[in-house]
Every structure is written in C-alpha cells, then in structure tokens.
C-alpha cells in the first residue's frame, strides 16, 4: 500500500509537470515569434542598437548576400543607401509558424523591382536571434502566372 500510494503521488506529481511544461510551450513561441518580429522593425529601422540586443553576436547566416555574425548584418545595414526611415516601416508578414526553436515567416516585400515572396527561418537560442536562412523571388504579375492561386 506504501508503494502504491508513492507511484500515485510521483504520477501526480510527473502529469502535473508536464502539464506546466506544455502549458509555458504557446507562450515561449509567442515570443520566438515575437522576436522575429522585432527583428525585421529594427532592421527596417536600422535600429543597431535593437539589434544588438536580440541577435547573438556569433549569429550564423545562411543567406549569401549577409556575412555571418551580427557584424555582417551591421555592414549590410552601413550599405544601404539613403537614410533610416523615420517611422517603422510594415515588415509585411502574412503568417508565421513557430515550432521548438524555429520561427518561419512568409513574407510580402515591396522592392526596387516590384513585390516579392519570401520565406525566413530563425532559429531562435537564448531568447535571441540565432540563425537564418532566407528565399524570395519576384511575384509576376498576375496575368503571367500559370494559376490563380498567388502567392499569399
């Protein structure tokens, strides 16, 4: 009966922990999610110092127009020509997934060529920005394209 009633309260024990560790799940991937948000407003922004603050610095990049480390997303941001804007530009997030450490958003760009579709990954480590790959691709206008389902 002693060994019964200790496996009842280490089962109750056990359930009662892996409720809390699912129950705390939706809420860190509100913010892995929300940190992929901030991301993309404070490089909008230019905003370093934001950066700084929710990147890692050894900051693995697998995009090949990015140098890896926090380093090379500073250096990207230094070329861009013309000034920061002043008010926080729409970082055009249709939707994101997050799962464990990985963020994925889908993205609509407006850029020096038209709209563009793009999909980002962040892995996310300590509460910080720490990988990303990147794809995107022009949207051709809608009478070019084979179907009518588009992109977003």
């Given at each position: 009966m002693k060994h019964l009633l200790s496996l009842i309260a280490l089962s109750?024990?056990?359930a009662g922990?892996?409720?809390?560790?699912?129950?705390?799940e939706p809420s860190r991937l509100e913010a892995n999610k929300q940190l992929v948000r901030d991301f993309f407003v404070a490089f909008g922004m230019r905003d370093k110092a934001k950066?700084?603050?929710?990147v890692r610095e050894d900051y693995i990049q697998?995009?090949?127009?990015?140098e890896t480390g926090i380093a090379g997303t500073f250096?990207?941001?230094d070329a861009l020509p013309g000034t920061a804007p002043t008010t926080p530009p729409d970082p055009?997030?249709?939707?994101?997934?997050?799962?464990g450490d990985m963020v994925v958003s889908h993205i609509r760009r407006q850029g020096?060529?038209?709209?563009?579709?793009?999909?980002?990954?962040?892995?996310?480590?300590?509460?910080?920005?720490?990988?990303?790959w990147g794809v995107q691709q022009a949207v051709p206008p809608e009478d070019k394209a084979l179907n009518k389902n588009g992109f977003f």
């Open positions: 109750a024990c056990l922990a892996s409720f809390h560790a699912q129950a705390a950066l700084a603050q929710i697998h995009a090949p127009n990015f250096k990207f941001i055009g997030i249709i939707r994101m997934v997050a799962e020096p060529n038209g709209v563009n579709a793009a999909m980002d990954i962040f892995r996310i480590q300590d509460g910080k920005i720490a990988e990303h």
